[in-house]
């Protein structure tokens, strides 16, 4: 009644596509881990360790795609993860190194990856925001305020839902706490 054949070629199939996806969870996984790492440089002041980093992650991606294809790597949650905090980790580096915030050249992505990273871009700007505050660098606040308020400004052109809505609206939160921290440094001068 059944047709083995078949069945073999569909076993085969699958075998094929689950190892493709175990290579790219597992590529995806350090893309993810590096992109922290280099969030983590780029906190520290270590410019230097975050470029390598960067470049390193780059020869990831460009390997992922070379072996799979952009189409393919894209299906797979764990690649976007990965990609969306790339974005983040990038955009950080741009912001702090004084780059103009725009398309990676290095690598290609959709633009999910990029609307999450730049929401998630705030929150990480925050952070340096607070840390810049505590070392008394207040004109530093106020720069970052000033690029929030800029992403947010572009942000709001998007109708955003499912998952990006829940990004933008953490990266609104973010912005009322910059607004926040400002005012705080502002009313006690």
Do not use: P, W
């Not at 952009?70 to 980790?89: C, D, F, M, N, Q």
């Amino acid at each position: 009644m059944i047709n083995k054949k078949f069945i073999k070629k569909l076993k085969k199939e699958y075998d094929k596509r689950e190892s493709e996806r175990s290579q790219i969870i597992n590529s995806s996984n350090v893309i993810l881990h590096n992109s922290k790492r280099i969030i983590f440089s780029l906190h520290r002041g270590n410019i230097q360790e975050a470029k390598n980093k960067l470049t390193e992650t780059e020869k990831i991606f460009k390997k992922l795609e070379k072996k799979f294809g952009h189409k393919r790597i894209a299906e797979e949650g764990s690649y976007r993860a990965g990609a969306e905090e790339y974005v983040e980790a990038k955009m950080f580096y741009l912001v702090l190194t004084g780059k103009k915030i725009d398309k990676i050249k290095e690598v290609d992505l959709g633009f999910n990856s990029y609307l999450g990273g730049l929401c998630d871009l705030t929150g990480e700007l925050v952070r340096k925001a607070v840390n810049e505050a505590a070392s008394g660098n207040l004109g530093e606040v106020e720069k970052i305020k000033e690029t929030i308020n800029e992403i947010m400004s572009e942000l709001t052109e998007f109708d955003m839902v499912g998952y990006l809505r829940t990004k933008y609206d953490q990266a609104k939160h973010n912005l009322r706490k910059i607004e926040q921290i400002d005012y705080e440094i502002k009313i006690r001068d």
